[in-house]
């Protein structure tokens, strides 16, 4: 290997391998097609001491870049992967090609913009945070490959080899600007990150992938093997009022289900929806607040996206989401409808319970043989009210039978009975089950409820972090005159509350978790609509700053005034002191000019400083009566409790709220009325 193009190609070879460690990492290449990646990279490093054989293999690059277009047309084609997928399968294919074969200047370079190819190819593929240490560590790499590229031009030029202690001085020189460069680096990572918006091109999909433990929107008890556990992060849930977070119940709820065949649970295939449109404000309405309802508030922050659902506790009410349209369906379940590719962050106003109408199919029993169940139900649930029956129910199978991860070796022809009269033990699924056809049996109309369990709460974020394996099924049963009512049947305990967990490992875990949030949420999660609410922040900031500036220039200039007093002498001779001060018509000149400006620069937020300063007097006028608005509450809001408990001041809050709106989304000035 000629000496001057040994460092260049070490500098390649590190440049691959962030490259295939971006790729591997993302999680999103199927196992062999890494090991093969890899199996090629450390070929690459033995291959360079036979010259020979790598030059018989430049002759079949040809053919190999044939075969590799070839390969990405029916990897898209025929196995129906995405682009990103294919064409990443083939970045890795050439690049193989390249590690094994002769490694000149040029291909040299070849190599490093496949792994650059690479990185950016990881990035579509996945939104974590060690995309920054890869991105950290190729731009250094980068400086470095460049530099000896050129070197090794000048020396393939010049037809001389490297000198020991020239290398060594060339060798500290390519450091020296690796490492300068990483400043550089960072500020041009941070305006790329403020400039350009992120988007997620794929996702995971959710459910019981691979037996994993998961959220999906059906429940499919015709299963075999063991649940795996999956520790991915799918959501983050605080709230607002901490004093609230004792009040949950450890219930998030998704999709209801409701059709059953005996196997499988999924959503009512006639069931009814409604699309929702957000108001000015970005407020989803979804029912009436009722005084006589404790209602609860949670902000969530939804990061695996896949499933196309707004988690919520309870029965939603309001929805705060930066979100076009919601499709609602039976039981309050709520699906947003344009496609999305980053993390969510929205904000919930819910009820404990829903009291929507009860529908034929709460009630539908399957085409299996249900004799032996029956009679177990008639045993166990006895007489009574329906409430007293279901208690029952609830209890015996919390009592009688285990909760475990295992599916069985083989699938039943009708797995309820195979779990409650043969195996008597399976998940939360397989209870949640069994206990909603007893209900049925029973007369009592019921439904499935998919969603998560508990959780695990944070320290560093103050918040309940929400795994794939908390996914959890329980069931709600209609009640006459109490609506519908949760119960679960399965003795499951999960999450760190459940548990405990203080040791040093599980707080680096939390830490770690947190951080993952912070990426989310200030990198993943900022997206166009965040970049114009920052820059409106800023422009409503400068105009404050403005503002403060023309009040300080007006009472310096008012003090000067004072101080600085004239004689009426040179007045009563001509004006003499004016042609003597020439500059005090300089200094007013620029005075008028900085008022000028400030003007034109406030101007823009006239009709939004107006509209609030009117709303603030409304506000501090409703206050003086007893009317305080609470700080939790959007002005709609405040405007349908104002219509409920003080009917006489109903249509002027209605009006000034809307007053308000107009002002500050539109730009309009509102026609202010005392």
């Not at 069931?271 to 957000?278: A, N, Q, T, Y």
């Not at 209609?478 to 203080?502: C, H, K, M, N």
């Amino acid at each position: 290997m000629p000496a001057h193009l040994r460092p260049l190609r070490i500098t390649v070879q590190v440049a691959a391998a962030l490259g295939l460690l971006s790729i591997t990492l993302s999680g999103e290449i199927s196992p062999p097609w890494c090991a093969i990646s890899w199996t090629a990279w450390v070929f690459g490093l033995a291959a360079d001491r036979f010259p020979q054989f790598q030059a018989r293999l430049r002759s079949l690059e040809t053919a190999a870049v044939a075969g590799m277009v070839g390969t990405l047309l029916i990897d898209f084609f025929a196995f129906h992967n995405s682009i990103f997928i294919a064409v990443t399968h083939f970045l890795l294919l050439f690049q193989i090609v390249k590690l094994a074969g002769e490694k000149k200047r040029k291909d040299c370079l070849q190599i490093f913009v496949f792994s650059f190819f690479q990185v950016l190819a990881a990035c579509t593929l996945s939104v974590d945070p060690w995309h920054a240490a890869v991105l950290l560590a190729l731009i250094p790499t980068a400086t470095a490959a460049l530099f000896w590229n050129q070197m090794a031009r000048e020396y393939e030029m010049a037809k001389n080899d490297l000198d020991a202690a020239v290398s060594r001085n060339y060798r500290r020189m390519a450091a020296l600007m690796s490492a300068a460069a990483l400043p550089l680096n960072l500020v041009l990572t941070v305006a790329v990150f403020v400039i350009i918006p992120r988007l997620t091109l794929n996702v995971p999909v959710a459910g019981f992938s691979g037996n994993q433990m998961g959220y999906i929107d059906q429940i499919n008890l015709s299963q075999k093997g063991n649940l795996a556990e999956n520790a991915a992060v799918v959501l983050w849930l605080s709230f607002p009022r901490p004093a609230e977070r004792p009040t949950w119940n450890g219930y998030l709820r998704g999709d209801v289900l409701s059709d059953f065949n005996g196997h499988s649970w999924t959503p009512s295939q006639g069931r009814h929806s409604r699309i929702l449109l957000p108001d000015l404000n970005n407020i989803f309405s979804m029912g009436e607040l009722r005084r006589s309802v404790r209602t609860l508030r949670q902000s969530i922050t939804l990061v695996d996206i896949s499933a196309g659902t707004l988690f919520t506790i309870g029965r939603p009410l309001r929805v705060v989401a930066p979100l076009q349209a919601l499709q609602e369906f039976e039981g309050g379940s709520l699906h947003w409808l344009a496609a999305r590719r980053q993390p969510l962050h929205y904000d919930v106003l819910s009820e404990p319970f829903s009291i929507d109408e009860v529908r034929a199919e709460y009630l539908a029993l399957p085409p299996v043989p249900l004799d032996r169940i029956r009679a177990l139900t008639n045993k166990v649930a006895g007489r009574g009210p329906p409430l007293e029956r279901a208690r029952r129910i609830e209890q015996f199978l919390q009592k009688n039978y285990r909760y475990s991860t295992h599916l069985g070796d083989r699938i039943p022809d009708n797995p309820v009975e195979s779990f409650l009269f043969e195996r008597r033990q399976g998940p939360c699924g397989h209870f949640a089950s069994a206990m909603a056809l007893m209900l049925r049996l029973q007369n009592i109309p019921c439904r499935l409820v998919a969603g998560y369990l508990k959780g695990e709460w944070n320290e560093p974020a103050q918040a309940v972090v929400i795994r794939e394996r908390d996914a959890h099924a329980w069931v709600e049963a209609y009640v006459a005159g109490q609506g519908w009512i949760s119960f679960d049947p399965s003795p499951r305990l999960v999450g760190a509350e459940a548990a405990g967990g203080t040791s040093l490992f599980h707080r680096l875990n939390q830490y770690s978790d947190y951080f993952g949030l912070l990426w989310d949420r200030f990198v993943i999660h900022y997206d166009l609509y965040s970049q114009i609410r920052a820059f409106e922040s800023l422009k409503g900031g400068s105009g404050r700053l403005g503002a403060q500036l023309a009040s300080w220039w007006s009472k310096m200039r008012l003090q000067f005034h004072h101080t600085r007093q004239p004689s009426r002498e040179p007045a009563e001779t001509g004006g003499a002191a004016t042609a003597r001060r020439p500059w005090k018509e300089i200094g007013a000149f620029l005075i008028l000019s900085l008022v000028s400006g400030l003007v034109l620069t406030r101007r823009r937020l006239a009709a939004y400083d107006a509209g609030l300063r009117f709303y603030t007097r409304f506000l501090e006028g409703m206050a003086r009566i007893g009317c305080s608005k609470h700080p939790w509450e959007t002005g709609q809001e405040f405007a349908a409790r104002l219509a409920q408990t003080r009917p006489d001041q109903a249509d002027q809050a209605h009006r000034i709220t809307n007053q308000y709106y107009r002002a500050r989304f539109s730009n309009k000035k509102p026609v202010l009325e005392e």
